[in-house]
Nanobody, 122 residues
Framework: QVQLVESGGGLVQAGGSLRLSCAAS????????MAWFRQAPGKEREFVAA????????TYADSVKGRWTISRDNAKNTVYLQMNSLKPEDTAVYYC???????????????WGQGTQVTVSS
């Protein structure tokens, strides 16, 4: 069992930055691929970024590639999402999730956090 708690969301102007954190419980954090998804009102949940257990591999959605960075600190059981050059279209609830595979489909992720709201004003 893994419990995930996100933090770091908020209101920011376009062009600004935020860093999301996701703290995980449990001793097997390193065994999991960790990912960030987002869901805007009226839209499906979409993949943002994922990182392998060791942190050596990352993958990003095209919409955030080059702007954002996913990282993890296995000693702290925490995964981060550094979001730079934010755009109004990045407004959504952001969720972290854990899986045993590097995939982009939400259905493959077993554990989910409660989400944190990110709002980007123009």
């Amino acid at each position: 069992q893994v419990q995930l708690v996100e933090s770091g969301g908020g209101l920011v102007q376009a062009g600004g930055s935020l860093r999301l954190s996701c703290a995980a419980s449990g001793r097997t954090f390193i065994a999991y691929v960790m990912a960030w998804f987002r869901q805007a009102p009226g839209k499906e949940r979409e993949f943002v970024a994922a990182i392998t257990g060791s942190g050596g591999g990352t993958t990003y959605a095209d919409s955030v590639k080059g702007r954002w960075t996913i990282s993890r600190d296995n000693a702290k059981n925490t995964v981060y999402l550094q979001m730079n050059s934010l755009k109004p279209e990045d407004t959504a609830v952001y969720y972290c999730a854990a899986s045993q595979r590097v995939v982009r489909t939400p259905e493959a992720y077993v554990y989910w956090g409660q989400g944190t709201q990110v709002t980007v004003s123009s």
